[in-house]
């Protein structure tokens, strides 16, 4: 980041508390084809979910029924490893080796791209957080006292149900019904809809109260706050603990798991491992169910923390969002605030789940590690972390402080990690790591979440067995496809891990099928429910308790996740507790796609939805890279036609753009975007923007002096300012030593984001051209005179001659000074051919003091004065939106740690800081981030 591009955006001054959300509030648009063809400046919305054939129960294509095998998972740690790589969806798995791939290793990158495409944007996140800890830190901010909290309304109409003690039973039948019209989640394929599924109108209304929200989150200080770090759960001897993945907001999977396996009881326990916030809209109704269910039975529930459960994260992936949607700004923002700072900090990180002759460690992340380390950590020095705090606060974390990191984001690794070397989302453990954890704990197994399993299945499987992912939210963001899964402890098959044993997975229905199962079946034993449930997952049809089949409609059939053929698991994990077994598939047949040629019509729309995912994390990857992308593109189109070969922009886009997604996945991208022979680069870059939500010109302080210093400058001057060698093309370079020469201190990208506006309309800008342009930025706070407009009309209708209203200009000259007299001006007025006849003489006269006095009034009007009162100011206004987009991109790449720094100004989310605050925080940005 240059210094002073966010500080362009601050603008204004006074002590009126300013509102840093509208700052946040921007997202990456990507053009459709229809709009680059017609430099259109509507908006479609690409995010919108794309209709696939097949039948869905939640939003998101239909899976292929092409399986090729499930073997063992793999994280790699550190090196350029390609994690989207081969096109054929029939390709097996292979480990990549540490350091780069190769070309016979190539991953099955259809089946869990998801959550790859999670991991990069987390990395990123991680890495801008560090930004803001950096800027927060170089401020001195010191914490203002918060004002009293707001008084937060009653009322709501399911209130009483939610706070009576014992009605947490009837409470799950209650939200099964009030959610039964629920459209699915989308935010996997609608990315602004992350945290906001939630159909539900007036919600503080017509479900629950922020009161009694409040309320109920407020147990959860008397259920953890004096608990351990990592609890001890016994498995009863005539009892069952059942160990649940992320659910992310997901409430429907929570009440899908209850109907099936049972709802929570002292004989059949609960243990969430984390990830409950973010992602989908329910994930308040989820911690209050759980919280509720606790109060009623204190050992039917237990919650650990999470990655997710923590307030820069949730800031950013719905959590927030969803909780201000519900309850509003004033009093959502305080109950935000009681959630970050109540219920997230309290959690216990970790659990034994001890059976009678052995233990599972059930962890968020995974093995806690740290460079330098020599021995494994023992589960009693865990309790040294000071867990009561944020997890991502610090610029330079001391060591409790990392495992505590890594404890929640670690994820595991093939071969060990590189000591100080770049890592995942936090340090990965190894397979050594797990080994000598388990050995020194006299555990059997690490039981963790946090990452969507491969092969859109509910659960992986790493270490040789040692470690178990399980992952509780099926179909995932509403496209991942996955299942989602349970881990059953129980005395008698303790420690056995087994699919389809121990480990059960299952696939959610629509919220209709949901409420049709719980209103007739949910009183039928468990083990009935749980044969229903199969049923239906595997067939899409609802079967009576008297046994005869009754279809399903098309809708609300499950898309079922494809199962494996085989399933072997390799020799050094024959004697580990994780055995797999085998399911047979069920699927849906689809049709081919004229986008994806190449392949198999069961395998397009696998294809094509995981391609969206890609696009939508690369956007931003995209944008950040514009102007550096537009200097490679430019050096490698020789004839300057602004276009190159689709193999040249296949070769840019993966070296410059992201590395880890390979050549023949770009091949995809460019069938989404329509590229083929050879590619318009100019086109395709601009087709990348970043949108605000509250669109407001404004006037660019560097340039808009320029153009003021120019009001009595000769034509000729700016001229060969701009134009060196005089060849009537002004190309990047001599744009951008112009506009340094004649002292504008406009950064690189803005420069290069100006003249790539400039050649949309002209691929070899001309001189003149640009010089119209220079003229006009800054120039929409002026209005326009009619006449003034009609003769910049007049103007641009001329033969091509005249090229431009600056060529008209300088034709004008006829003394050749750089400067019109005002009788020049008159007579060339007075010959155009449409003026006579549309405009008076007295109208003339007036237009010509008009022109003259919008610079220095001396009876001379310079090239810039002409044009500000005759230009184009359609051209104008494509300007203007060059440089805001720019001036968004900045603040849109830097939002995570923006949003760090205003949390800390405004610690109850009212959504607003005082003016003076929000300019130290844009500052402190530009000083750090740059």
């Not at 789940?353 to 740290?370: D, N």
Request: charge should be neutral.
């Amino acid at each position: 980041m240059q210094s002073g591009i966010l500080g362009q955006a601050v603008g204004g001054s006074g002590s009126n508390p300013t509102s840093p959300q509208s700052a946040l509030q921007q997202n990456v648009h990507c053009k459709t084809t229809a709009e680059i063809g017609a430099n259109s400046t509507s908006a479609q919305n690409v995010n919108s979910p794309a209709i696939m054939p097949g039948g869905l129960s939640k939003a998101g294509p239909t899976p292929s029924p092409i399986f090729s095998g499930y073997p063992q998972a793999s994280a790699q740690a550190g090196g350029n490893t390609n994690k989207f790589s081969s096109l054929n969806p029939q390709a097996t798995s292979a480990v990549v080796p540490c350091g780069g791939p190769s070309q016979a290793t190539k991953s099955t990158w259809a089946y869990n791209v998801a959550g790859l495409c999670e991991e990069r944007q987390e990395r990123n996140l991680l890495s801008n957080l560090s930004q803001g800890a950096m800027a927060l830190n170089s401020m001195n901010y010191k914490k203002k006292k918060p004002e009293q909290p707001p008084l937060l309304p009653s009322g709501g109409r399911y209130d009483e149900l939610l706070l009576r003690p014992g009605g947490s039973r009837d409470l799950i039948l209650k939200l099964v019904s009030i959610f039964s019209g629920e459209p699915p989640v989308q935010c996997g394929i609608c990315a602004d809809k992350v945290g906001l599924s939630c159909a539900v109108k007036d919600y503080a209304h017509s479900v629950f109260s922020p009161s009694a929200v409040m309320e109920i989150v407020r147990l959860a200080q008397g259920f953890y706050k004096d608990a351990p770090n990592i609890m001890t759960l016994p498995v009863r001897a005539k009892g069952r603990m059942l160990l649940v993945g992320d659910t992310h907001g997901q409430l429907e999977d929570v009440l899908w798991m209850f109907f099936k396996y049972g709802a929570p009881s002292a004989e059949n326990q609960y243990v969430f491992i984390g990830d409950i916030a973010d992602r989908g809209g329910h994930a308040v109704e989820e911690f209050l169910l759980l919280l509720a269910l606790k109060r009623d039975a204190p050992e039917s529930v237990h919650i650990l923390r999470g990655n997710h459960e923590e307030s820069n994260v949730c800031q950013k992936y719905g959590f927030s969002a969803e909780v201000l949607t519900k309850f509003g700004q004033q009093a959502g923002g305080y109950l935000l605030h009681v959630f970050i700072n109540q219920l997230f900090p309290v959690l216990p990180l970790g659990a034994i789940v001890r059976g009678s002759t052995s233990s599972f460690f059930a962890i968020h992340g995974g093995v806690p590690t740290y460079d330098g380390q020599l021995q494994p950590l023992m589960i009693a020095q865990l309790e040294q972390i000071n867990r009561k705090q944020p997890i991502l606060d610090k610029e330079q974390p001391d060591l409790w402080n990392t495992i505590l990191f890594n404890a929640m984001w670690s994820d595991p690794c093939d071969v060990p990690p590189i000591a100080g070397g770049v890592h995942q989302r936090g340090r990965s453990f190894s397979p050594q790591d797990t080994a000598s954890f388990l050995a020194a704990n006299r555990c059997s197994a690490v039981i963790r979440a946090h990452q969507l399993p491969r092969a859109r299945r509910g659960f992986d499987v790493h270490h040789g067995g040692a470690v178990l992912t399980v992952f509780s939210a099926s179909n995932y963001m509403g496209s991942a496809l996955n299942r989602g899964s349970v881990v059953v402890c129980a005395q008698e098959s303790f420690p056995l891990l087994q699919a389809g044993k121990t480990i059960l997975e299952f696939y959610a229905p629509s919220w209709s099928v949901l409420a049709h199962m719980y209103e007739q079946f949910g009183s039928l034993p468990r083990s009935q429910r749980a044969e229903l449930a199969e049923h239906f997952e595997s067939t899409g049809t609802i079967q009576s308790s008297s046994s005869a089949q009754s279809a399903a409609s098309p809708q609300d059939k499950p898309t079922a996740a494809p199962a494996p053929s085989s399933m072997h698991p390799t020799a050094s994990s024959a004697s580990s507790p994780v055995v797999p077994e085998p399911k047979p598939p069920h699927t849906f047949g689809t049709q081919p796609s004229p986008d994806f040629v190449g392949t198999s019509s069961g395998a397009h729309s696998e294809v094509l939805a995981s391609v969206r995912q890609i696009e939508h994390s690369i956007r931003e990857d995209i944008v950040k890279a514009k102007d550096h992308l537009f200097r490679i593109f430019l050096s490698k189109d020789a004839t300057q036609t602004y276009r190159v070969p689709l193999t040249v922009w296949i070769e840019i886009m993966h070296a410059h753009v992201a590395p880890d997604i390979e050549a023949e996945v770009w091949q995809h991208l460019a069938n989404l975007w329509h590229l083929s022979g050879t590619v318009s680069y100019l086109k395709f870059l601009q087709r990348f923007e970043i949108r605000a939500l509250r669109k407001k010109t404004q006037t660019w302080g560097a340039l808009v002096a320029l153009s003021t210093s120019l009001n009595d400058t000769s034509s000729y001057a700016t001229l060969k300012a701009l134009d060196p060698n005089q060849d009537n093309v002004v190309t990047l370079d001599e744009f951008i030593k112009a506009l340094h020469g004649i002292g504008a201190t406009v950064p690189p990208q803005q420069a290069a984001a100006l003249y790539m506006t400039l050649c949309q309309s002209q691929p070899k800008p001309h001189v003149m051209h640009i010089v119209e342009c220079l003229a006009l930025v800054g120039v929409m706070d002026k209005p326009q005179s009619e006449n003034a407009r009609r003769v910049g009309i007049e103007i641009r209708t001329l033969p091509t001659y005249y090229r431009t209203s600056a060529y008209f200009f300088y034709v004008t000259d006829a003394d050749r000074n750089g400067f019109l007299s005002n009788s020049e001006l008159r007579t060339a007025l007075r010959s155009l051919p449409g003026v006579g006849s549309s405009i008076t003489e007295p109208d003339i006269d007036a237009l010509v003091e008009e022109i003259d006095g919008m610079g220095v009034k001396n009876d001379r009007i310079s090239l810039v004065e002409f044009l500000q009162a005759v230009g184009d100011r359609g051209l104008a206004t494509k300007l203007q939106a060059s440089l805001l987009e720019e001036v968004l991109k900045t603040i849109y790449l830097q939002r995570d740690a923006l949003r760090r720094i205003f949390a800390e100004m405004d610690p109850w989310f009212s959504g607003l800081v005082e003016h003076q605050d929000f300019k130290s925080a844009v500052q402190c940005a530009n000083a750090t981030c740059g």
